[in-house]
């Protein structure tokens, strides 16, 4: 078809917007083709300059405008056989794209990430028995055909597997006529869930809860609901009751997790619960599974969708229900393009849609604690670990008073408590959140520091794979042997442990146990990782190492002692959640333990025993914490009692970073309320070679932060060249 402008004088014209995912302030104008019928929500092809674009019809259609010119106006291409967008998603767009101040265009391109999925859908060929018998008959024929006389469509490899023959054979019948082809679809479809297929059996508590949840669901409106269960309580059968009561209203389910890398317990759980595999949605799919979940949630045939936080983008036909499972979790947030918090956002997505919205969490975020505590949330406690399972006893150690040896990390208190645990049969656990063998590496004659080159952090050492890396732009290089600035050789030290230098001293100190290591950085694969972990629930390791990957809602029913290592590492780099996040780290991985018949036990090392963290954390006195940090964030003005945004510049030229950034901050208009802090360098001020400046912008909670930064940015001249500007509504990272 042209995509040149088209007019027709013997025809009203007819006109409709087009929203397009790219960097446009706007909806586009295009002509509707007299043949076409198209209502908001159609996907459609257009042409843009010298390229056709996929875009979506965001308005009703009508008579152009007085101030358009139809004869400007180009036509549209294509209308794409689809389910449209339903009003519900593109009201979620606009309002993600106004609240981020984002163009509109850029979050509906999070929902056009499979344009595959638009087209017809592909066809394989398949055969049937036509019923007639070739003159030459062989066994490896009569095979064939007594297993396509069976019934069913059978593709040509999948006939000759069962028949035990070549593929020639399979062809030389379909020459024959003995087989005829018979178009099959090449995705396969989602088993639909059975609701009763395996009820639980839950402790009164858990049905308490659970009727909290299915009572928001029969309401078939929007609400909040905080399900708020210690570790261990099984949360994730409470609120698979809520599911199993929205698909009996057969509407759809959306779980999304902030690790899906790590579900395989949990999807477990859910398959064993609905008879079903639910419908996975992540950035390891390959294109044809995207292709398959992306139709069949659009068509309403995917009836739960387990997903990484970009699955609040799927073209749901009909969703009833959100799961935010560990809500608390950093991964929720996407620091870069459109930075949204997709805890957040499904609260709006709900909200709009008008069902329930369920975060799930055993150490809320402060966000969504205060929310419950004002009545905004609804919250459905679960204070008991179910079954005979009690919480760990958690004790510290004072490293002031019980340091370990020279150059080792471990406490004689934990290595003690660690070999009565191995002696038991017991599985341990020692944690420590920092990736790698060292956090630096320098030059004991010069003082020379390993550092990235495109980034001002230091380089990490990874000794198993005898290289160094970058943790913020992913740069590597091989270990040296010797000193690049002085070029002195043996000189290199490493200083400060990560999980692969406290491998080595476990190594030693356990000699005959069997060790695991668990840090992304050593998982090869998803598979090798769900293989591992496999592996330790059954006992195939005695002493894991681990980062933050353990922490995530595994159950590893022998693992009885949680060793803490260097528990204050996150306490002191200027972010003002940092005590938030520790606590919940240390609560989640010292839930680890004691999750079955036998109690478990958790020991903290610590340099800082008076910290009211630390202190709540051993009274596992959680109202303590919470109270200390929200009167902390209250007298600060700090969300959620006040409103925070970043803007930050970066250019490869730190000058003309500085110079917009310090322009910036002189027309940032004067309001009640409101402070501007900066511009400073960020604490990460080199990044993958761009510099970065930072102005903070905090306001009391009842001023219209978005609209001052409207305001202030019109005033702004637009960043040219290599220059850019980011703006971070809500930030959670201060680096």
């Not at 549209?76 to 981020?100: C, G, K």
């Not at 970073?657 to 940032?668: D, K, Q, S, V």
Request: glycine share 6%; with cysteine; aromatic share 6%.
């Amino acid at each position: 078809m042209s995509l040149l402008p088209t007019a027709r004088s013997d025809q009203q014209h007819r006109c409709v917007d087009v929203l397009l995912p790219l960097a446009l302030p706007q909806a586009y104008s295009y002509l509707v083709p007299h043949d076409m019928m198209l209502v908001p929500g159609d996907y459609v092809r257009v042409p843009l300059g010298p390229r056709a674009v996929i875009g979506v019809v965001w308005g009703e259609v009508g008579a152009p405008d007085d101030s358009v010119d139809p004869a400007k106006l180009r036509e549209i291409s294509e209308r794409f056989d689809s389910p449209a967008m339903n009003a519900d998603q593109r009201a979620f767009v606009d309002w993600l794209a106004d609240y981020t101040l984002t163009p509109p265009g850029l979050v509906l391109r999070m929902g056009l990430r499979v344009p595959s999925a638009l087209g017809p859908e592909r066809q394989d060929v398949g055969y049937v028995a036509s019923g007639d018998v070739p003159e030459k008959i062989t066994a490896q024929r009569t095979r064939v055909l007594e297993i396509a006389a069976e019934g069913g469509v059978w593709k040509a490899s999948e006939l000759a597997r069962q028949a035990g023959v070549s593929a020639g054979v399979v062809k030389g019948l379909v020459e024959l006529g003995a087989l005829m082809p018979r178009p099959i679809p090449s995705l396969l479809p989602f088993d639909e869930p059975k609701i009763d297929a395996r009820v639980p059996v839950l402790s009164g508590e858990q049905a308490e809860a659970a009727g909290v949840l299915r009572a928001q669901v029969q309401k078939e409106d929007y609400s909040a609901i905080l399900l708020d269960g210690v570790t261990g309580s099984g949360k994730t059968q409470v609120y698979l009751e809520a599911v199993a009561a929205v698909l009996a209203q057969d509407r759809q389910v959306l779980i999304l997790l902030p690790e899906i890398a790590l579900t395989s317990q949990f999807l477990e759980a859910l398959e064993q619960r609905f008879d079903a595999a639910p419908a996975p949605w992540h950035s390891a799919l390959s294109p044809r599974e995207r292709e398959r979940v992306w139709r069949a949630v659009a068509r309403g045939q995917a009836s739960i969708v387990v997903g990484a936080r970009s699955a609040l983008f799927l073209p749901f036909a009909d969703l009833g229900l959100i799961v935010v499972d560990e809500e608390h979790d950093p991964a929720f947030k996407q620091e870069e393009g459109v930075m949204y918090h997709a805890r957040d956002m499904a609260v709006v997505r709900a909200s709009i849609g008008k069902f329930p919205v369920i975060l799930s969490t055993a150490t809320p975020s402060i966000e969504s604690h205060v929310n419950a505590e004002r009545g905004r949330y609804i919250r459905a406690m679960l204070r008991e670990r179910h079954g005979p399972a009690q919480l760990p006893d958690i004790d510290i150690i004072d490293m002031r008073t019980s340091a370990p040896g020279t150059g080792k990390w471990l406490s004689p208190e934990l290595i003690e408590a660690a070999n009565v645990t191995l002696e038991q049969n017991e599985q341990v656990l020692f944690f420590l959140n920092r990736r790698g063998y060292a956090p630096l590496t320098l030059c004991r004659k010069c003082g020379h520091r390993q550092q990235c080159t495109q980034c001002d952090a230091w380089l990490v050492e990874h000794r198993f794979v005898q290289q160094m890396m970058c943790h913020q732009c992913g740069f590597t290089i091989s270990t040296p042997k010797m000193c690049p600035e002085c070029g002195e050789a043996d000189n290199l030290v490493a200083c400060g442990p990560g999980v692969e230098r406290l491998a080595e001293e476990v190594k030693e100190a356990f000699p005959d146990a069997r060790l695991a290591i668990l840090s992304s950085d050593l998982m090869r694969s998803t598979a090798m990782l769900r293989e591992t972990l496999k592996d330790i629930t059954d006992h195939k390791f005695d002493i894991i190492i681990g980062t933050q990957l353990v922490a995530k809602g595994h159950h590893f029913p022998q693992l009885t002692l949680v060793g803490v290592i260097d528990a204050d590492i996150g306490l002191n780099n200027g972010d003002p959640r940092a005590a938030e996040r520790t606590y919940q780290l240390l609560w989640q991985v010292s839930g680890r333990a004691g999750r079955a018949d036998q109690p478990g036990r958790a020991l903290v090392q610590t340099y800082l025993p008076e910290h009211s963290l630390i202190k709540a954390l051993v009274a596992k006195d959680r109202d303590q914490f919470y109270d200390h940090e929200c009167r902390a964030r209250e007298e600060a003005g700090l969300p959620p009692y006040g409103r925070l945004a970043s803007l930050i510049i970066s250019s490869p030229d730190q000058a003309q970073a500085n110079h917009y950034a310090n322009g910036l901050a002189r027309i940032a208009p004067g309001a009640r309320d409101v402070v501007v802090f900066g511009p400073a360098p960020a604490p990460r001020a080199l990044i993958r070679g761009r510099y970065r400046y930072r102005l903070l912008v905090k306001t009391a909670r009842d001023i219209n932060l978005q609209a001052y930064l409207r305001s202030w940015l019109d005033q702004a001249p637009k960043p040219r060249g290599k220059l850019q500007l980011a703006v971070d509504v809500d930030p959670q990272s201060f680096l």
